[in-house]
């Protein structure tokens, strides 16, 4: 059973960081592109950022300079490191892992930014 389960978010003031946390179960982990989505409220869901299975990293152009994907294959899980928040960051965030065109979903967590 495949699992992603997503941690770290929070409630926080514009400017500040968070790191979210996402811990993968019954998947080849390190086979896997893994990636973080967000939704606003009243929003579509939208990418955030990627990282390959071999390491390379890609990020949406609003979080460019700001978040930083990384993966760490021994506890299979996937990070966003966020700073330098802004209200704009607000929604829920949910991992993603892809491999041959088949996605699987985290639940999300809700990340608030208060300016």
């Known amino acids: 059973q495949v699992q992603l389960v997503e941690s770290g978010g929070g409630s926080v003031q514009a400017g500040g960081s968070l790191r979210l946390s996402c811990a993968a179960s019954g998947i080849s982990f390190r086979l896997n592109a893994m990636g973080w989505y967000r939704q606003a409220p009243g929003k579509q869901r939208e990418w955030v950022a990627t990282?390959?299975?071999?390491?390379?990293?890609n990020y949406a152009n609003p979080v460019k300079g700001r978040f930083t994907i990384a993966r760490d294959n021994g506890p299979n899980t996937v990070y966003l490191q966020m700073n330098s928040l802004n209200p704009e960051d607000t929604g829920v965030y949910y991992c993603?892992?892809?491999?041959?065109?088949?996605?699987?979903w985290g639940k999300g967590t809700l990340v608030t930014v208060s300016s």
């Open positions: 990282i390959a299975s071999g390491g390379f990293s």
């Open positions: 993603n892992s892809r491999l041959a065109s088949v996605d699987y």
